[in-house]
């Protein structure tokens, strides 16, 4: 292997070592919460229906006219499955920051050591990035797997003739949270985590500038942030600035705001890559 | 274990599942519907000008779904699907002015995306609109741009005039017969009541301000007017209608709305003229070129006249049947602006549209009739076929459209 | 060699290092003295290229260090420079897996050396014994030069007659080591240059020994002359 590749898959998978707890709680917790929902939601539908059938004196069939059939939407619309996917991403924002001050924090300044191996700088960079990415993979993989063994479960809880005939697939299709997380859209999801990628990128760089010009950096960082932010708010200024709606195809909306989003992200990797190389300060 | 072991078991679930996802939601996907015109009674190529975006939605009994958008041109299925990103996001859900961004995309650039706001003839695209359509930070200063495109020579020549007459003002149609253009607004009037306005303008003798031809409202004595609608807004004559409340309940709310009478305008003239009515059944109106065609509606015949706007008199065509006795008459809604979207005239022909439903599912039918013989020369619907056993499938058809410049 | 040259530190207004020019030979054990807050361990930042330097030029055998020359240069700061929850034997891997330099041969005989258990962990290990492992992690790896910060800070007696010995032994034989520390007695008869700071400037430069013999002083007492007076 290229020495330079194992270094860096070295650095991920030390990188990965360090988030797998952290992880390991994340994935448990949408585990947990998302049964909840699966055993809950179809219990309390049930216990309804049978409470609306000996109290009405009511027919199956009246009851369910009363209360419809139950649909596995129906279990995964609650915030058993929403909690999780925002405590993931709030986690994940929240790691992303702490990927790099827990290196200076305590006693044990391990960012000597980090700073002082014999690899080129950028790979703890790009390690600390992909592992953020890994780890936000891993929480709509559990979410994927999480929806189908759901299925399953909500299944065999709800008496057939009263399963409305939507399937896991249709159900998550129609869970809007789910187009944006869950690769339902492929264009959405590449878009949403690009968009994610590009704020990270971003993120690092403010992070980079403070660990390197301490209050000047914080100043510089938010300089630099609210910068990035209006470049990427331009296009949807176009049609006020020609006070013309139409005066641009959404397409090319799309492709200018891609491009713009992808030199804010090249622009803040090379500032990165200067501030680690040069600037950064122990 | 080695230290990969981690890294590596991860990245492999992670895309495992995330392929699995995609391939499993693809094969889901592959139950695509058909969509087809079944003809019942002449020639499907009778509709070959049909275009129309619909969807069709429903479930078969292996509890897939399917939900498809589509387009229907040239009597094939275009999906939605099947388009890119950047198509899907430029996608505009009215035939017409889809087809005018992916012919004409430079021209369309900055111009409205509403059907009333174009005018298309075989030499010309005109797009008329007012300032306040395109910014929609602006307030509404009467100001239309008329903008020209030369098909041949690719050219575009624009115009900024204002509007005298009224206030807030919106076209509903632009009839062009090079260089003539009328125009046909929408505006308040100075106790904010609606009026409608027609305009008389030459492309070729620009003007900085126009004044109203004529005031509707105060001339047809109706707060209540629709204008016909046209798919090809090029003939010399438009023709109107006016409705008064019908039945009320008990509250005074008014339930119905009905046709209190029918009226032509002559662009050439600048005349308005109310259309005689019929001792038994309905009145339908159509024009088309120098045209006007009245129809004795009878519900399952209509008896078509042409009637002579200058002295007034009826001349008896023919009775054409019509193969359901709402065919082409929708329900009259009083806040629509326009009638007759389910009847047109073009190029001689009479194309009738209904939404039909058989055991609660909808079913676009369509009849063309020939005014030469006034025989039916294609009747039929537009069928889904599936090749899954479908227990439920509803077609929507957004919007048709007859794209009278292909005959 | 190592090769400072007029090297210009500056926080915020408070300038630093203002021109710092000196050089360290392989084979040669030099100390860097002074008060606290004279710069000494931003020197060494300097060097290893964690704090960025605002003028002059410093070089590692005529070449600015890049990331590959860290594996011939070696730092051992005085906070422990590996994860708290590692064993010995971890921080040990995880140093062979990033140096080419790393000689598994020598580390044991450090860890052999100092008494340590490779299974501890650092987190369970008195401040002596943390103190060790730095300086394991940093003689293990076979570089020309070796930088330590304050290496007898906050030790016991034995753990610092311990790390003296280090001095004479073989593990730093041919080697450039640069040192600061304020225990100058236990090692002084092993320097053989003297870096004396004050104000961000060096104040003088000789040879320990040397100057013992031809002016009668330690290097304490030249401390004494310079700060006191």
């Known amino acids: 292997m290229k020495k330079s590749l194992k270094s860096l898959l070295n650095l991920t998978a030390f990188e990965l070592d360090r988030l797998s707890k952290f992880l390991y709680v994340l994935i448990g917790l949408t585990f947990l919460s998302n049964l909840i929902s699966y055993i809950v939601t179809p219990m309390r539908y049930i216990s309804r229906m049978n409470e609306y059938m000996s109290t009405q004196s009511a027919s199956s069939q009246q009851a369910l006219e009363y209360y419809n059939r139950f649909s596995f939407y129906n279990a995964i619309d609650t915030v058993w499955i929403a909690g999780p996917i925002a405590i993931g991403i709030s986690g994940f924002l929240f790691y992303a920051v702490f990927i790099w001050y827990r290196e200076w924090m305590g006693k044990n300044t391990f960012a000597y050591r980090l700073l002082m191996l014999p690899v080129p700088r950028m790979h703890l960079y790009f390690s600390k990035l992909i592992v953020i990415y890994l780890g936000i993979f891993s929480l709509i993989t559990t979410q994927i797997v999480s929806l189908f063994i759901g299925f399953q479960i909500v299944s065999a809880i709800v008496p057939g003739e009263w399963f409305a005939n939507v399937n896991a697939l249709q159900a998550i299709q129609m869970n809007p949270l789910f187009i944006y997380i869950i690769p339902v859209e492929p264009m959405y999801f590449l878009g949403v985590n690009g968009i994610g990628l590009v704020f990270i990128i971003v993120l690092f760089t403010l992070i980079l500038m403070e660990r390197s010009y301490s209050i000047k950096g914080i100043f510089m960082g938010i300089v630099y942030g609210a910068a990035a932010l209006a470049i990427s708010l331009f296009p949807m200024l176009i049609s006020d600035i020609f006070q013309n709606q139409y005066i641009l195809y959404d397409s090319e909306i799309i492709l200018i705001l891609t491009f713009i989003l992808t030199l804010i992200a090249i622009t803040s990797i090379l500032v990165s890559r200067h501030l680690l190389t040069k600037k950064i300060t122990i | ?407 | 060699m190592i090769e400072l040259k007029n090297v210009q530190k500056q926080f915020g207004r408070k300038k630093v290092l203002n021109g710092i020019s000196f050089t360290i030979e392989k084979g040669e054990i030099s100390c860097l003295v002074g008060v606290n807050g004279v710069g000494k361990t931003t020197i060494l930042n300097a060097i290893m290229n964690l704090t960025p330097i605002k003028k002059g030029s410093i070089t590692i055998d005529g070449k600015p260090l890049v990331p590959e020359l860290y594996n011939n240069i070696a730092f051992i700061p005085d906070a422990s420079i590996s994860l708290p929850h590692f064993t010995v034997q971890e921080s040990m891997d995880f140093m062979n897996d990033y140096y080419d330099t790393w000689n598994v041969k020598r580390a044991k005989d450090i860890v052999k050396f100092f008494r340590l258990n490779p299974s501890d962990k650092l987190r369970d290990l008195s401040k002596g014994n943390q103190a060790k492992v730095n300086l394991l992690l940093g003689l293990a790896l076979d570089v020309d030069y070796i930088l330590m910060d304050e290496p007898f800070s906050g030790i016991d007696i034995f753990t610092r007659e311990q790390i003296t010995e280090v001095f004479s032994s073989y593990l730093v034989e041919d080697r450039g080591v640069l040192i600061t520390t304020h225990e100058i007695n236990d090692i002084e008869h092993l320097l053989d240059k003297v870096i004396l700071l004050d104000e961000g400037t060096i104040y003088k430069e000789f040879n320990a020994e040397v100057m013992r013999e031809t002016e009668g002083k330690s290097v304490i007492d030249v401390m004494r002359e310079v700060y006191n007076g």
């Open chain 2, 1 to 407: 274990m080695t230290k990969y072991s981690k890294l590596f078991s991860i990245l492999t679930i992670c895309l495992l599942t995330l392929v699995g996802f995609t391939f499993y939601q693809a094969q889901a996907e592959s139950v695509r519907p058909k969509v087809e015109l079944v003809t019942e009674e002449g020639q499907a190529e009778e509709l070959d000008l049909l275009y129309f975006l619909g969807n069709v939605h429903g479930y078969d009994s292996y509890r897939n779904n399917y939900n498809t958008t589509f387009e229907y041109r040239n009597g094939e299925m275009h999906y939605f699907d099947d388009l890119s990103i950047l198509q899907k996001v430029d996608f505009n859900f009215t035939p017409r002015m889809n087809r005018y961004t992916e012919d004409y995309r430079s021209f369309m650039r900055g111009k409205s995306r509403q059907t009333d706001h174009y005018t298309e003839t075989d030499e010309y695209l005109l797009y008329t609109g007012m300032h306040s359509d395109v910014n929609w930070r602006q307030f509404n200063d009467n100001s239309l741009t008329i903008s020209l495109l030369d098909k041949e020579t690719n050219e575009e020549t624009a115009q900024e005039v204002h509007l005298t007459g009224g206030s807030y003002q919106s076209v509903i149609a632009a009839y062009l017969d090079y260089p003539s253009l009328t125009l046909v607004t929408q505006a308040l009037d100075e106790d904010s009541t609606n009026n409608w306005l027609i305009y008389s303008y030459d492309l070729e003798n620009p003007q900085d301000e126009i004044a109203p031809v004529i005031n509707s409202k105060h001339t047809l004595g109706s707060p209540t007017i629709q204008l016909s609608d046209s798919q090809s807004k090029t003939g010399r004559y438009l023709s109107f209608r006016t409705l008064e409340p019908g039945e009320t309940d008990e509250y005074d709310y008014v339930l119905n709305h009905t046709t209190s009478g029918y009226y032509v305008y002559d662009t050439v003239t600048e005349e308005l003229k109310e259309v005689p009515s019929f001792e038994e059944g309905e009145t339908v109106v159509l024009t088309e070129a120098e045209t006007i065609l009245v129809g004795n509606d009878l519900e399952d015949d209509i008896v078509w006249s042409e009637w002579n706007f200058e002295d007034d008199s009826l001349t008896e065509q023919g009775t054409a049947s019509m193969v359901t006795p709402t065919i082409g008459r929708v329900q009259v809604h009083y806040y629509d602006y326009t009638f007759n979207q389910g009847l047109q005239l073009i190029n001689g022909r009479i194309y009738a549209f209904e939404e039909d439903y058989v055991e609660d599912m909808s079913r676009p039918l369509f009849q063309v009739i020939d005014l030469d013989s006034f025989d039916t020369v294609f009747s039929g619907y537009i069928g889904v076929e599936t090749n899954l056993d479908t227990s439920q499938a509803e077609l929507v058809v957004y919007e048709y459209s007859l794209d009278y410049l292909l005959n």
